[in-house]
């Protein structure tokens, strides 16, 4: 079993930034895919990025293109998903999920408020 803490969320004023860390409970990244999802009350979870094992490849939603980056540390277990002009619709809770053939891990959610 692979627990995944996610951290770094919190209250920012639209435009700033902020820095979300998800770190594993033991050494997973030398072969999981990680992605980054968020959801709002009332809606479906969305993905917003992904970065394979070895970094060579990442890809964003579209609403998050150009402002996040999604990178990982694999000495650390731990991915980051750096958050860049935040808008008020970048409100949400964001989980992060490590998944490897049929194995498939989420973490419990760092809420991130973009509010003045």
């Known amino acids: 079993q692979v627990q995944l803490v996610e951290s770094g969320g919190g209250l920012v004023q639209p435009g700033g930034s902020l820095r979300l860390s998800c770190a594993a409970s033991r050494r997973i990244f030398t072969y999981y895919t990680m992605d980054w999802y968020r959801q709002t009350p009332g809606k479906q979870r969305e993905w917003v990025a992904t970065?394979?094992?070895?970094?060579?490849?990442?890809n964003y939603g579209d609403s998050v293109k150009g402002r996040f980056s999604i990178s990982r540390d694999n000495a650390k277990n731990t991915v980051y998903l750096q958050m860049n002009s935040l808008k008020p619709e970048d409100t949400a809770v964001y989980y992060c999920?490590?998944?490897?053939?049929?194995?498939?891990?989420w973490g419990q959610g760092t809420q991130v408020t973009v509010s003045s």
């Open positions: 999920r490590a998944r490897y053939g049929s194995s498939d891990y």
């Open positions: 970065i394979i094992s070895d970094s060579t490849t990442t």
